[in-house]
């Protein structure tokens, strides 16, 4: 990963591993409001031929609120970026942007606790996509 990112490589193709990745950004509060596939604008705009690549764009709205409250430019910094990009080897990347180094452009000490919070909040959805799936309870 990058000083800017954390992630994982989660086995299985992009489309079952966005499922996942959904899946536990909603358990952390948080929708998927933008999606940018990178590959299919790369074809369509300069004919380049890319392994699939997609940017969703993840908000948790409770932290966005807080955080437009303090500072209404900081929208320019949001949502959260989620890349899913293909493995060199068999898998997905799951790469998410740090809220604390990209909030940290900002130099608000205010911004700090909501930061830590979204970076806490998208550990755990790395944390949950490590772990796979919970069993479904019997009833």
């Known amino acids: 990963m990058s000083s800017y990112t954390f992630g994982t490589t989660i086995a299985g193709p992009i489309d079952e591993v966005r499922a996942l990745v959904e899946s536990a950004l909603k358990d952390e509060g ?3 409001l933008t999606e940018i596939d990178v590959a299919a604008t790369l074809k369509a705009k300069l004919g380049l031929d890319r392994a699939p690549y997609l940017i969703l764009g993840a ?4 932290l966005a609120a807080r955080a437009l409250d303090i500072d ?3 929208g320019a910094l949001l949502p959260c970026n989620v890349v899913l990009r293909e493995s060199e080897r068999p898998g997905t ?11 940290g452009v900002a130099g608000s000490a205010e911004l700090a606790p909501i930061a830590a919070e979204a970076a806490v909040r998208l550990r755990h959805v ?14």
């Open 30 to 32: 948080f929708g998927v």
């Open 59 to 62: 908000c948790n709205p409770q």
């Open 72 to 74: 209404p430019s900081i």
């Open 93 to 103: 990347v799951v790469e998410i942007v740090d809220p604390i180094t990209a909030l």
């Open 126 to 139: 790395l944390q949950a996509l490590v772990a796979g799936p919970r069993p479904t309870p019997r009833v």
